[in-house]
């Protein structure tokens, strides 16, 4: 988009003209998406940046002063955010196989191949549950369980008060607990 064009479509974004911004994104939405998927190869992650990419780009575009590389601008932001999913995505994976390695140690003591079967649909179960849970639930959970925090901390990092903590701890696990329950009894009611 030529420098000219740039600025007068980024003054009327700015103005609130919903036209203008609809423009502004359909001249820059398939390049950030591109990015956001060889970042992230997934689609819906993509979409989910790309949509991301453009609430950020709006609330600071009164502020943007270098019309003349907005472009870059933008992708500098979608590949900030594709970054943050990677470490998410990272941060998840390792929770994922130290929960699958607490119960691995487990699953060791018992010397069946069913019960291997069993505790590895038991393990999926917890693991689907904790994803489940919001992220004002699980993000205790994982900082508590995966990270080792004193509550103190967590605390400090969720911004929240202790009894907070220790009360979404106790609401986590309640739900934990009535999901792996839940899909328990109904394992039991398929035999």
């Not at 990270?147 to 907070?164: N, R, W």
Request: glycine share 2%; aromatic share 8%; hydrophobic share 40%.
């Amino acid at each position: 988009m030529k420098y000219s064009k740039a600025i007068s479509l980024i003054s009327e974004c700015v103005a609130g003209n919903e036209y203008a911004v609809e423009q502004f994104v359909c001249e820059y939405q398939t390049g950030v998406f591109r990015l956001a998927l060889s970042v992230l190869q997934d689609e819906h992650e993509a979409n989910d940046v790309t949509q991301d990419t453009f609430i950020a780009a709006l609330k600071a575009l009164e502020h943007y002063r270098d019309y003349s590389s907005v472009k870059a601008w933008l992708y500098t932001i979608a590949l900030n955010m594709s970054r943050s999913v990677l470490r998410k995505r990272k941060a998840m994976d390792h929770v994922r196989r130290a929960i699958t390695s607490l119960f691995q140690i487990e699953t060791q003591k018992q010397s069946s191949p069913e019960d291997v079967l069993i505790q590895d649909e038991k393990d999926r179960i917890l693991w689907s549950a904790l994803q489940n849970l919001g992220e004002k639930h699980r993000f205790p959970v994982l900082l508590y369980y995966y990270h080792d925090l004193p509550v103190k901390e967590i605390s400090e990092i969720l911004q929240i008060s202790e009894g907070t903590v220790h009360s979404r701890l106790f609401t986590a696990r309640a739900r934990l607990r009535n999901e792996m329950e839940k899909h328990l009894q109904a394992a039991g009611e398929t035999r």
